[in-house]
C-alpha cells in the first residue's frame, strides 16, 4: 500500500516509522527540508520538499497512486485543504486529525473517511489511566461508540478459573459487551477465546463494549471470590 503523509513533526514521522514496519511504501510531505532530509536518512522513507497543499508537490509526490493519505499538517485549516485536493485527485482512504472540533464535520463533507482529535484521544486516555488503573489500554472505535479495553486478571478475582461460556451467562455480566480476546500469559500470542476457554488468574484480556459500561466490567472483573458461592 502506498500511503502519502502530509507534515513531517513528531505525529507524521512517527505514523510514517509504523507503517514502514509494517511493510507499506510511505512518503512524507513538509516545507522544513530538516524535517524530510531525517525522514529520507533516519526513518527510511521518501519524503517531498514543500507545501501539502501545493498540487505540483502532490503530483510530484504520486497523489493519483496514493492508497490512503494521512492529513497531520500543523493546522486544521492546512488539513482541510489537503484532504479537499486528496479526494479531488481520487485518493480511495483519507485520513486527518484535527485540533479543534469546529473541523470535524468540514473534514467529512470534503471526503475524510477517519478524523483524529489527538488531543481529545491523549486526554480520554489519561483519564481513563487515572480512573482506571487496571486497563492496560483502550481504544475507541466509531466516534468513541464503541471502546476495546484490554484488562489483566487478578489472582483473587470473580472470573478466575471461570469459562467464558459461564462468565457471557452471568447475569452480572454487563449488557452488550463481548470478550474478544485472550493471552494466557505476557509472552503467549493473543487467542481467540471459545465459550470453553478458562480465565486463568495473571492472564489478560480483551473485550469490546459500549461508553459507560467500563466501570460495570471493572467492577465484575475485579469483583470478590466469595459471589462465586
Do not use: W
Not at 513538509?30 to 514543500?50: H, L, Q, S, W
Not at 493471552?183 to 486463568?200: A, F, K, R, W
Amino acid at each position: 500500500m502506498y500511503v502519502l503523509i502530509g507534515g513531517g513533526g513528531l505525529a507524521g514521522l512517527s505514523l510514517a516509522q509504523k507503517l514502514l514496519e509494517l511493510g507499506h511504501t510511505v512518503a512524507v510531505i513538509d516545507v522544513d527540508p530538516t524535517a524530510c532530509r531525517y525522514a529520507r536518512e533516519k526513518i527510511g522513507v521518501m519524503a517531498f520538499e514543500g507545501s501539502a497543499v501545493s498540487t505540483d508537490v502532490l503530483l510530484e509526490a504520486g497523489i493519483r497512486k496514493a492508497n490512503s493519505l494521512a492529513a497531520a499538517l500543523r493546522s486544521d485549516a492546512l488539513n482541510l485543504a489537503m484532504v479537499t485536493l486528496a479526494k479531488h485527485y481520487g485518493v480511495p482512504h483519507i485520513l486527518s486529525r484535527i485540533r479543534h472540533p469546529d473541523f470535524a464535520e468540514p473534514l467529512r463533507l470534503v471526503g475524510a473517511n477517519h478524523i483524529i482529535s489527538t488531543i481529545e484521544l491523549g486526554v480520554s486516555t489519561m483519564v481513563s489511566a487515572i480512573e482506571y488503573p487496571q486497563v492496560e489500554s483502550m481504544m475507541h472505535f466509531e466516534q468513541g461508540q464503541i471502546e476495546v479495553l484490554k484488562l489483566a486478571i487478578p489472582n483473587r478475582c470473580y472470573v478466575a478459573g471461570r469459562s467464558v461460556a459461564e462468565i457471557a451467562q452471568d447475569s452480572m455480566f454487563p449488557t452488550g459487551s463481548l470478550i474478544i480476546g485472550y493471552q494466557p500469559h505476557p509472552h503467549d500470542d493473543l487467542m481467540i477465546p471459545n465459550g470453553s476457554t478458562v480465565l486463568e488468574p495473571g492472564s489478560t484480556l480483551l473485550m469490546v463494549t459500549k461508553p459507560g459500561s467500563l466501570h460495570q466490567i471493572i467492577n465484575f472483573i475485579g469483583g470478590n471470590e466469595s459471589r462465586k458461592n
